[in-house]
C-alpha cells in the first residue's frame, strides 16, 4: 500500500486595497500551481500568509492584530505587504514571525515558503486554471495595469513603500483580461496607483498582442479591452487632458462610462500643498467637458478634510467645487498623518475635531447631491450585474456602481436572478447611495 503524502496547506489572509487584493492572487495562484492547499482557517494550516496594509495608522494596528491572531492560532506566519517595508515595525512587535517581505514579493515570499514548507510534487494533479486563483467572486476581477507612482503627493508614502511607476507590457495585461473573460468573468476593474500615467515609464512603447502592435497607453488598452464584450471600470484616473480621449469609448459603450478620479481638494492652495498630480487642471471645466460627451457618465472622487493649512475659506472653497462638480459619488477621510509622509512637518495641523467635523460637513453637503443624481435615474431601463440573491430579491449593480465603494441596485423581485449575469431592470425609487429596481422580463 502507498501512503499518500500530506499535503502542504497554507492559511492566506490578504488585508488591504485591491492592489493588495492582486499580490494576493499572485501568490495564490503560485501556491495552486506547485500543488499546495490553501487553507480556509488557522488550524487547518500547516503556516499562515498574512499579505499586509501599512498605508495609514488603522491600517498598520489592523496588519499587527491579524498578524497577532495568526500567530496565536497558527504559530507560523510569512508576513508580506505594505507594513513589511517600514523598517522593523513587524519584527518589533512580533519576533517570532518566520519572515518579513515587502509588497509585489511573490517570488520572495515563494521562497520562504519553500524553505519552511517544501512543495509536495505532484505533476499529474498540480493543475492550475489559466486565469489563476482569484479572492474576488467569480464575475469580478481587479486586473493590475501598474505598479508604483512617480508622484510625490505629501500625505502619502506609497511611492516609497512600491517605488516608481513600472507598467505591466500591454500583451500581457490584455491576455489576462481575455484569460479573465473566457473564464466567466463579467466585469473587470482597472486599478493601479495612477492608472493614466500607465505606459510613461516605458514611452508607451509598442507590444504585441493577438500579433498586432499595440502602444502601451491607457487609450489604446481601453479600446483593446473594449473588444472583450464585458464591463471595464476604470480606478485612479487623474484628469489629465488625455483622460479626454476616453470619453468617447465611453459614450459609444466600449468601456463602462465611469471615472474614479482622486480629486482630494479643490483650492489651488491647498492641492499645491498636497502636491497633487493634474492640479493645475481646471477640473470643473473638465467634468463639464466629459458629462458634454458622454452624459450618463458617472463621477467618483474622495476628499481629504482637514488637510495642514487648510482655512475655513479653503473649506467652502471645497464646497463650492461639490456644490458646482454635482459629482455622482463621494467619499471623504480627515487628514490622518501617516508616518514618514512629507505633510507631516507641514506647519497649520488642525486639531482632530476639525478635521473630523469637516469631513461630517463635507459628506452631509453632498448627501443632497447623490441624492439628486441618483433620483434622476428613476424610470429608466438599465442593464445591472447581479451579485448575490438573498430573501429580500438580487443585489445588484449599475454601470455607475464599483464593487465595495458604491452603492447598489435592489431588483426586489429578484429572487430568482441568476448570480453573476446581467439583466435588465427598470428603476423604480432611491436613496441617497442605492436605487430600487424591478426585473424587467422582455
Ligand atoms: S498619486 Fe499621490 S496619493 Fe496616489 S500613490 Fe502616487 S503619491 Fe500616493
Redesign the pocket.
Known amino acids: 500500500m502507498t501512503l499518500r503524502k500530506h499535503t502542504p496547506t497554507v492559511g492566506f489572509v490578504s488585508l488591504g486595497c485591491p492592489k493588495n487584493t492582486v499580490d494576493s492572487e499572485m501568490i495564490l495562484t503560485r501556491l495552486r500551481a506547485e500543488g499546495y492547499l490553501i487553507s480556509n482557517d488557522y488550524a487547518g494550516a500547516d503556516l499562515v500568509v498574512v499579505n499586509t496594509c501599512g498605508f495609514i495608522d488603522d491600517a498598520v494596528a489592523e496588519s499587527l492584530d491579524c498578524i497577532g491572531e495568526a500567530l496565536n492560532e497558527n504559530g507560523k506566519v510569512i508576513v508580506t505587504g505594505c507594513l513589511g517595508a517600514k523598517g522593523n515595525v513587524v519584527r518589533d512587535t512580533h519576533p517570532s514571525v518566520l519572515a518579513v517581505t515587502g509588497p509585489q514579493a511573490t517570488q520572495e515570499v515563494m521562497e520562504h515558503i519553500h524553505a519552511q514548507l517544501p512543495p509536495v510534487h505532484e505533476p499529474f494533479i498540480d493543475l492550475v486554471p489559466p486565469q489563476g486563483i482569484r479572492i474576488t467572486p467569480q464575475h469580478y476581477a481587479y486586473l493590475k495595469i501598474s505598479e508604483g ?5 505629501s ?5 516609497d513603500l ?1 517605488g516608481r511607476l513600472v507598467s505591466r507590457p500591454i500583451g500581457d495585461v490584455l491576455q489576462e483580461a481575455e484569460a479573465l473573460a473566457s473564464a466567466g468573468v463579467k466585469e473587470l476593474l482597472i486599478v493601479s ?2 492608472t493614466s500615467a500607465y505606459g510613461v515609464d516605458v514611452k508607451y512603447r509598442t507590444g504585441f498582442h493577438g500579433g498586432r502592435p499595440v502602444k502601451t497607453r491607457l487609450f489604446e488598452l481601453c479600446q483593446a479591452l473594449g473588444e472583450l464584450g464585458i464591463w471595464v471600470r476604470l480606478h ?1 484616473v ?1 484628469p489629465y487632458p488625455s483622460v479626454d480621449q476616453l470619453l468617447p469609448l465611453m459614450a459609444e459603450g466600449k468601456i463602462l462610462p465611469y471615472l474614479d478620479v ?1 480629486f ?1 481638494h479643490a483650492s489651488p492652495k491647498i492641492l499645491k500643498l498636497m ?3 493634474a492640479s493645475s487642471e481646471n477640473n470643473l471645466a473638465r467634468i463639464k467637458a466629459w458629462r458634454a460627451v458622454c452624459p450618463d457618465i458617472t463621477i467618483r472622487s474622495t476628499f481629504i478634510t482637514g488637510f495642514p493649512g487648510e482655512t475655513e475659506a479653503d473649506f467652502e472653497e471645497l464646497l463650492s467645487f461639490l456644490e458646482e462638480a454635482q459629482l455622482d459619488r463621494v467619499g471623504a477621510f480627515a487628514y490622518s498623518p501617516v508616518e514618514g509622509a512629507a505633510a507631516n512637518e507641514l506647519p497649520g495641523a488642525l486639531p482632530l475635531e476639525v478635521r473630523e467635523e469637516r469631513r461630517r460637513l463635507l459628506l452631509e453637503f453632498q448627501e443632497d447631491i447623490s441624492t439628486q443624481r441618483l433620483e434622476a435615474r428613476i424610470g429608466r431601463r438599465m442593464r445591472v450585474l447581479v451579485d448575490e440573491v438573498d430573501e429580500d430579491g438580487a443585489l445588484a449593480r449599475s454601470p455607475g456602481d464599483a464593487p465595495e465603494i458604491d452603492g447598489l441596485v435592489y431588483v426586489t423581485d429578484g429572487h430568482d436572478l441568476p448570480v453573476g449575469e446581467f439583466v435588465e431592470v427598470e428603476i423604480t425609487d432611491c436613496d441617497v447611495h442605492d436605487l430600487y429596481a424591478r426585473r424587467l422580463t422582455d
Open positions: 507612482c512617480n508622484h510625490h503627493c500625505f502619502c508614502i506609497i511611492p512600491r496607483q495612477d485612479y487623474y482622486p482630494q502636491q497633487r498630480p
